[in-house]
């Protein structure tokens, strides 16, 4: 039987990871969940867990918080000795955070083969950890699990191997499309009082955004602006707390707690239109076929812009102003990328399980490089 560690740390990991579990096991692997503790409030973890039906995991490594070196250390010091206990054959990360770097790196100097889900996304802008983090860890992965054709031809054109490279589609909309009815049923727009159609949702944590108060006022000044057409609802991440109340949010912005998945799911597929810096964000907005428009200055999803609902706004608060306006007005018309079709994590665990136990197979990584040649990045 093909033994796998699936790594799950914070809250974007969480839908990604579930739906790959469930379809492992459906072929009768052995999946070993380990969570690192990256997330600990309960309103950032413990709600994911019960909402998606997530078994509490298997092993808890409860690194917490850091500076990026310590928050890094620490799940690589945890998570080495687990790899020596529980000798798995494949280790399966999801996403971009420090943790998916974290197990990477030990995965692969430990000898398990390592599968990297959400492979080859680039924004290019090396100001962002999760572009390191996306960088460094499709570098020392076997398999390069790619949500989609732009993913899969970064990859080729940093120099991956063909037999690496594997398009399968993307997990987050397995998971949205396996919970959409229930999400529908949430009560939360009751909760807050709100109507179909007739509110925003923003959402601001990514350090670029809030870490400076500079920058923060000038969003929160855009914001306060288009809250003067269209009233903005504002769950808050931890991360941004203290700053907006520190600064103070105009009128007609409300702030929330931050919202459970289900809860979430309603509030974006309700919404008028979605003002967000997340990545998974825009990719669920495109799914769900509702506008939105990104606060950043790039995208490492740019199908969500070329087939999907998504506009980038970058962070010039006239700027930010005036595309709201615009999508508001004219909202763009949406089309649901190709393999966005709730069956990614079935391709992923066909591919990572075909042929029997991984560990009599050999790595990909064991092949000669079809290129010897610097990889471009
Ligand atoms: C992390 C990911 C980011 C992802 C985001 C989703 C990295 C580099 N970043 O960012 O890609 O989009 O998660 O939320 O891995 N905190 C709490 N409670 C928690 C977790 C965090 O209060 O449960 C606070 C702490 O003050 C902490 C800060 O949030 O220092 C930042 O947490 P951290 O995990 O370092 O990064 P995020 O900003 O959450």
Redesign the pocket.
């Known amino acids: 039987m093909t033994r796998v560690i699936c790594v799950a740390?914070?809250?974007?990991n969480y839908m990604k990871i579930k739906p790959v579990m469930d379809a492992l096991e459906r072929r009768g692997a052995e999946v070993v969940l380990v969570h690192t503790g990256?997330?600990?409030?309960p309103?950032?973890?413990d709600v994911f867990f019960a909402d998606l039906g997530i078994r509490p995991p298997d092993r808890f490594l409860g690194v917490?918080?850091?500076s990026?070196a310590e928050?890094t250390g620490r799940v690589m010091t945890a998570f080495e000795p687990l790899i020596d206990e529980v000798s798995p054959d494949i280790v399966v990360v999801v996403?971009?955070?420090?943790?998916?770097l974290a197990c990477a790196l030990v995965t692969a100097k430990a000898g398990p083969l390592l599968a990297h889900v959400e492979a080859g996304l680039r924004s290019r802008d090396w100001s962002m950890?999760?572009e390191v983090?996306r960088v460094a860890t499709d570098r020392v992965s076997d398999y390069l699990l790619a949500p989609s054709p732009d993913a899969a031809d970064n990859l080729r054109a940093e120099g991956y191997r063909e037999d690496q490279i594997h398009l399968v589609g993307n997990v987050m909309i397995d998971t949205l499309l396996t919970n959409l009815e229930r999400a529908r049923a949430s009560a939360v727009l009751d909760e807050y009082g709100l109507a179909k159609g007739e509110y925003g949702l923003v959402t601001l944590?990514?350090?670029a955004n809030v870490d400076d108060p500079e920058v923060l006022s000038g969003l929160l000044k855009a914001l306060g602006e288009i809250a003067g057409r269209l009233p903005l609802v504002l769950p808050v991440?931890?991360?941004a707390s203290r700053r907006l109340a520190e600064i103070g949010v105009p009128g007609g912005i409300r702030l929330v707690p931050p919202a459970g998945y289900l809860d979430f799911i309603a509030l974006q597929d309700s919404a008028r239109v979605v003002l967000t810096d997340?990545?998974?964000i825009q990719e669920e907005t495109t799914a769900l076929g509702v506008p939105c428009v990104t606060l950043r200055d790039n995208t490492e999803r740019p199908i969500t812009v070329e087939q999907g609902t998504n506009v980038l706004a970058g962070r010039d608060p006239a700027r930010i102003v005036s595309t709201v306006h615009r999508v508001l007005d004219t909202p763009p018309a949406p089309r649901r990328p190709d393999l966005w079709d709730g069956r990614a994590s079935d391709r992923i665990a066909d591919v990572l399980l075909e042929g029997g136990t991984a560990s009599t197979r050999p790595r990909p990584t064991d092949q000669p490089r079809a290129t010897d040649r610097p990889l471009p990045i």
């Open positions: 740390g914070a809250r974007p990256q997330h600990y409030d309103a950032m973890n917490g918080s850091g990026h928050q996403g971009d955070i420090n943790s998916t950890p999760e983090n944590h990514r350090p991440h931890p991360r997340s990545g998974g």
